[in-house]
């Protein structure tokens, strides 16, 4: 397959309502849906005709092992990629947990190792390629933890300004990397004043938005979340082009959900894989458990409490999360401060230290297992979507602090066997 040979996109679908639209980013999202007060993502429709299926995994099998190598079924062609060798993570085998939660494999997908430690950056090094050749010279996200920290540094790989708005709470580690990167840090009053700053930004000052800025949300710009699709193409290579029966992921807004189950999705059609997996989405707040409960037909904003799991950490979710779950015959699984933190232990036993949200993962697993969902016939892959070093603190929680003691045997040794 020649290098050059790529998917065109002749337009762009409303997800809920099938409407086509020209394609360019549509940040509100579908024009019809919110009118009705209903905002629905597009996402592009592919023609996939133009792929030879053989030669596509033969290219894939022998290219480099970043995300670019992908780059036939992205949106953006890839001389115009903007990239910091993201993607190529491994897949590990937990066979330890395995067994604790008894079912047949389990496996984590390790987005610690993109490189400001989250998968997000799969998301921004194509949103960037896209922007830069649209010409932007001002980005915008709001964003209190990895969104920001990944804006920003693909913003300065393309040499565009970026404004990250965030809260007065935001986190040392994340306002630290957004900062050293060179991005334009606002602080608002509130996590929902974010969006309306943002939105001030895009439409009075020509800002080209990267996330979301509507009430109900919509999620964010398309073109980024083609990106996560190769996670699933990763996933199914690993596994010798077979897929699991689960594929569990950290959700709020459901941008990576939805963008790694379209990437399944693609690999059916094109007759690489047999089947599609089941999503689950592990959220922190029921949005989606109580919409699928209910029988809904968009998620609900829920009654929230403070939460230590920022990355995770809206009361609604989106039309595309909810869509995803119905389409893949997957569920959700609510999970608490308390549940993460016992899943950052778990990870941390296997040697994988995960941010507090991105154990959510691992929490659902075992919410599967507790369910009946998952046996020891289940092959379940959970995607770990940030390293722990990125909020130390949340995954702590209320540790107690360390208390010196002085250097003799016996105080030696009741500090570690205690």
Known sequence: MEDGQRVTIREVRCIRCGTAYAVTEWPRGCPRCFEEGRPSAVAPALDLSVIDPAALKETWTTAGRGMWRFHHLLPVPVEDAVSLEEGGTPLLRLRTLEDEFGIGALWVKDER????????????????????????????????????????????AAGITCVVITTPSIAPAWRAAIAMTGARLVAARSGAERWKLLQTGVESLNWYPLTNYVTPPVGSNWYGIQGYKTIAYEIAMSLDWDVPDWVVVPTSRGDGLFG???????????????????????????????????????????????????????????????????????????????????????????????????????????????????????????????????????????????????????????????
């Not at 770990?384 to 105080?411: K, N, R, Y």
């Open 113 to 156: 190792r993109n490189p400001t430690g989250s998968f997000k950056d799969r998301f921004f090094s194509v949103c960037l390629s896209r922007a830069r050749s649209q010409g932007a010279e001002v980005v915008a996200i709001a964003s209190s933890g990895n969104g920001g920290a990944s804006a920003a540094a693909y913003a300065a």
């Open 260 to 418: 790694i189950w379209r990437g399944f999705v693609e690999l059916a059609e094109l007759g690489l894989t047999r089947s599609v997996p089941r999503m689950v989405a592990a959220e922190r707040f029921p949005s989606l458990t109580v919409a699928l409960q209910q029988g809904l037909d968009y998620p609900p904003t829920v009654e929230s409490e403070p939460t230590q799991a920022v990355s995770i950490g809206n009361d609604t979710a989106t039309y595309q999360s909810l869509h995803t779950l119905r389409a893949s015959q997957g569920v959700a699984v609510a999970c608490s401060d308390a549940d993460m933190r016992a899943g950052v232990r778990a990870l941390g036993r296997e040697g994988v230290f995960a941010e507090l949200s991105a154990a959510a993962s691992i929490a659902a697993v075992k919410g599967l297992v507790e369910r009946g969902l998952a046996d020891r016939s289940a092959r379940i892959v959970a995607v770990v979507t940030a390293s722990g070093l990125t909020d130390p603190g949340a995954a702590l929680g209320d540790a107690e602090p360390l208390e010196p003691i002085p250097p003799t045997v016996d105080a030696l040794r009741a500090a570690v066997l205690g």
